[in-house]
């Protein structure tokens, strides 16, 4: 029965994160997990941390056989095939937390539980159990190139940990969600004997709550308010890169842009102009510089940059008349292909158009506006998933701005989940956001973490709005993910050391 509800309880925890946003289901799933490892033996713990992986990681991230069956050219076996095995990875993590939970800190095994000193016992797992879990999270978010998607911190973003954002970022919140869900299955395992680290824990977090609050700004507004234009060209994602259509893509962004020459900021999508400079007319970029100049607009807009003959080139956002930005966090398999050395003709299956780009620079400055001298921080779809690499721009930076096109993952969560990040990523820096896609979810957000407007999705729109740019640095811009690392590694140093100091406490394998 356990695998059946280890893979209910995953699923289930899908529902705490957009579009759905019922934030305790987390909670209440994580407890569930961690209740298990505590009172069961590493090999059934690891069997259900897997099967919640499963559940967690197959409702959560199924669009990625959208993205390859639809438009990676890759048919129904082969898209199930890599849909299934990106979801049985991204389960082991889980699975490990689990088994080490239960290897190390199972409550009959653990000397601080059964040398008559329960208290302290039930003190250590609360400081293992988060650590374990952040960890984790960490290391699936850097290992491989890192997928950070759901992490549990994301579902927090309207919830009341939101004002921790500022100060220790999404793993921060997600040490404290996993820290509750704790608490509550030490309450279920231990019953009178939690009371009391689990009202000096709940005591904690109501402090912390109400010293730091959601909505909280740690920056200053600074200079005038911008006016915006965001164009979402919906361009049929088949036909994005088809040479025939080019010159229609471009014209359609064209049309969509000019009712709103004259407002501060107009930015087009990642890639809406699907072509390198050198492959365009000769009067194309000049004139999008002189009508700028002409209207006091910058346009800021998503286009392939380098040489495609000899290389390298990049993903990248062009500011008309200006610098241009290269992507730095590369999709895998998307955006290039890693082993290809390796794998040789058999990656020819993937078919995926401009697979062959190169990492900008991770050392880019953040552009400056040429008619406001504004400085935005630039970020093209995926790379808003990493937030110690984002903050790199910041304080520098006054405006947040990211391009994407979420076409890739058709009507499913996933654009919801997107967006989700990228107002993480807000929280995280306290500069307003400004997101320009090809389809929808376009949106515009605040300093403080609230969306000012949004785009329907798959159609033609322009988004208008104002926002007001930021300065100053929060915590976390300040700090990155260092201080919560150095934290993790001590609490478990920490914590082991009083689980194991009496004399001869040593556990036996199981």
């Not at 921060?172 to 680290?197: C, D, H, Y």
């Amino acid at each position: 029965m356990i695998p059946i509800q280890a893979l209910l309880a995953g699923g289930a925890a899908v529902l705490a994160y957009a579009p759905f946003d019922f934030w305790p289901l987390m909670l209440l799933a994580l407890a569930w997990l961690f209740r298990v490892a505590l009172t069961s033996n590493p090999r059934i713990a690891a069997q259900a941390g897997f099967f919640f992986g499963l559940g967690l990681f197959a409702g959560g991230v199924h669009w990625v056989f959208v993205s390859c069956y639809r438009f990676g050219n890759m048919g129904v076996l082969l898209s199930s095939l890599t849909t299934l095995l990106l979801v049985a990875y991204l389960a082991l993590y889980p699975a490990v937390f689990a088994w080490l939970a239960a290897r190390f800190v199972r409550l009959d095994q653990c000397p601080a539980h059964s040398t008559g000193r329960p208290v302290r016992g039930i003190a250590v797992s609360l400081m293992v159990l988060p650590a374990l879990w952040v960890g984790l999270e960490w290391i699936r978010g850097v290992l491989f190139t890192g997928f950070p998607w759901l992490s549990v911190g994301y579902t927090q973003v309207d919830g009341p940990l939101a004002g921790v954002a500022p100060l220790a970022g999404v793993f921060g919140i997600s040490w404290l969600l996993a820290f509750t869900a704790a608490l509550l299955a030490m309450i279920a395992v231990k019953g009178r004997q939690s009371v009391l680290p689990a009202g000096i824990g709940v005591a904690a977090l109501v402090v912390l709550m109400v010293v730091f609050p959601a909505g909280k700004l740690w920056t200053q507004p600074v200079g005038a308010p911008l006016s915006v234009a965001l164009i979402q060209g919906n361009v049929p994602q088949l036909t994005r890169w088809n040479p025939d259509k080019v010159r229609d893509h471009i014209a359609g962004h064209l049309r969509l842009s000019e009712p709103f020459w004259g407002v501060d900021l107009l930015i087009w999508p990642e890639n809406a102009i699907p072509a390198f400079a050198q492959m365009l007319p000769d009067e194309l970029l000049p004139a999008l510089a002189r009508k700028g100049m002409e209207t006091g607009s910058d346009l800021l807009t998503g286009m392939p940059l380098g040489d495609p003959v000899d290389g390298p080139y990049f993903n990248g956002i062009r500011l008309a008349g200006g610098d241009e930005y290269r992507k730095q966090h590369l999709v895998p398999f998307g955006e290039y292909v890693p082993l290809v050395g390796l794998l040789g003709d058999a990656l020819d299956l993937l078919r995926v158009p401009m697979s062959a780009f190169s990492p900008g620079d991770d050392d880019q400055p953040p552009l400056r506006l040429l008619r406001s001298d504004v400085m935005v921080a630039p970020t093209i779809c995926y790379e808003i998933l990493f937030g110690d690499e984002v903050a790199q721009m910041f304080p520098q930076a006054q405006v947040l701005v990211n391009i994407s096109n979420d076409a890739w993952f058709g009507d499913t969560i996933a654009p919801h989940q997107h967006l989700q990040i990228a107002r993480m990523r807000v929280l995280e820096s306290g500069r307003p956001l400004l997101r320009a896609t090809n389809s929808g979810i376009t949106a515009i957000v605040n300093a403080g973490g609230v969306t000012q407007a949004v785009s329907p999705q798959f159609v033609e729109t322009v988004l208008t709005g104002i926002v007001q740019p930021h300065a100053g640095a929060t915590p976390y811009i300040q700090n990155g993910d260092w201080p919560l690392l150095v934290l993790l590694v001590g609490t478990l140093g920490y914590a082991l050391f009083l689980c194991y100091r009496g004399p001869k406490a040593i556990i036996e394998p199981l």
